[in-house]
């Protein structure tokens, strides 16, 4: 019986890879998605569009950044990696987001918070600058299709999104990526 379920364990991780090679070589686009440090080819795609209310009452529309690169990140206060992750954004941001041409948009999944006073209180604690966007219900994370948090989108002057990396990322690999971008 025991040799059985190996067997079986065995046959399907085969075809597991099988399957995963064969779609490796389908994939024509040259966009990547890391996963904890794995990249994978992705389709290009046009960010989709959003608007969310910030902690100060203005709004904030993706689209009217166009022209610029984005980072666009998904978080949350309770997330541990998002706490090593906030202070290596706010880094980046205050050293080459004007060089770069790029806007840090963090969106909070404030839906999954206790408050948005806790909210705050994270953003004052890690003095962060960047637009902080609060999305009071799953509609935007669910667009982005974003499972796991934190998730970064970057994103080209034309919209498109060009990356997609799963987990936390630090300075150097914040300016890796953005300097892929055109």
Not at 18 to 30: I, P, R
Not at 55 to 84: H, Q, Y
Not at 132 to 152: F, K, Q, R
Not at 154 to 174: C, K, M, N, R
Request: glycine share 4%; with cysteine.
């Amino acid at each position: 019986m025991m040799k059985k379920n190996i067997g079986l364990v065995l046959v399907l991780v085969l075809i597991g890879m099988a399957l995963y090679g064969f779609l490796q070589k389908e994939t024509k686009s040259q966009n990547t998605v890391a996963y904890l440090g794995q990249e994978e080819q992705v389709e290009e795609k046009l960010a989709p569009d959003f608007t969310l209310q910030t902690l100060d009452g203005e709004t904030l529309t993706l689209s009217e950044l166009r022209g610029k690169k984005v980072i666009l990140n998904f978080w949350a206060t309770w997330c541990p990696p998002c706490r090593t992750e906030m202070p290596h954004l706010q880094e980046y941001y205050e050293k080459y987001s004007e060089t770069d041409n790029v806007e840090i948009v963090a969106v909070n999944a404030t839906y999954r918070e206790q408050s948005e006073e806790k909210v705050q209180q994270f953003i004052d604690s890690f003095n962060l600058t960047f637009p902080i966007a609060l999305a009071n219900e799953e509609e935007t994370l669910n667009l982005y299709e974003v499972l796991t948090i934190p998730s970064t989108f970057f994103i080209d002057t034309d919209g498109q999104i060009q990356h997609y990396i799963v987990g936390p990322l630090d300075e150097s690999a914040v300016h890796d990526y953005v300097q892929k971008l055109n």
